[in-house]
């Protein structure tokens, strides 16, 4: 792989796999960690993809991974992130109100919700990239609405 080609990458991927992996494991440290590994192993194992289409993809269930792995591992759980220590924010999101309800939605709303509100997939391309049926993350999304909508009602 190439210079051009890694920057390419990262100017593409790296707020995406930002907040995905923030999403998850609500520690911007271990977010840039999990970037660096997507990273890491989009390079050493060059794939070869279809589309555009299929490297976001292949970028989304990586990042995902990782984050699951790390979420796994006995040094995260026995740690406590520097974000529970001082305020910093993931990058850029559109109504920290509303991302700060989402995020604390269990995983599977979470992530189902971002994807397909931030980042424009639809349940069909959401289920693919999780590896569940579509009427799963059709149920995640909704009851991930109700749990946003009761949030909202009572403020």
Request: charged share 30%; hydrophobic share 40%; aromatic share 10%.
């Amino acid at each position: 792989m190439d210079e051009r080609e890694a920057r390419r990458l990262v100017e593409s991927y790296a707020d995406m796999i930002l907040r995905i992996s923030t999403n998850y494991l609500k520690s911007t440290c271990e977010a840039e960690d999990v970037c660096q590994t997507v990273f890491l192993k989009f390079m050493t194992s060059a794939p070869e993809f279809e589309s555009p289409e299929h490297e976001k993809a292949w970028v989304i269930r990586t990042a995902i991974n990782v984050c699951k792995n790390e979420l796994k591992s006995a040094f995260f759980r026995r740690t406590t992130g520097i974000d529970d220590i001082t305020e910093l924010t993931a990058p850029e999101n559109p109504d920290p109100g509303v991302m700060e309800e989402i995020m604390k939605l269990p995983a599977n709303y979470r992530i189902s919700i971002y994807l397909y509100y931030y980042e424009g997939y639809s349940a069909a391309e959401i289920a693919d990239v999780l590896g569940k049926k579509e009427s799963a993350v059709m149920a995640y999304l909704s009851r991930g609405r109700k749990k946003l909508k009761l949030a909202f009602a009572e403020e």
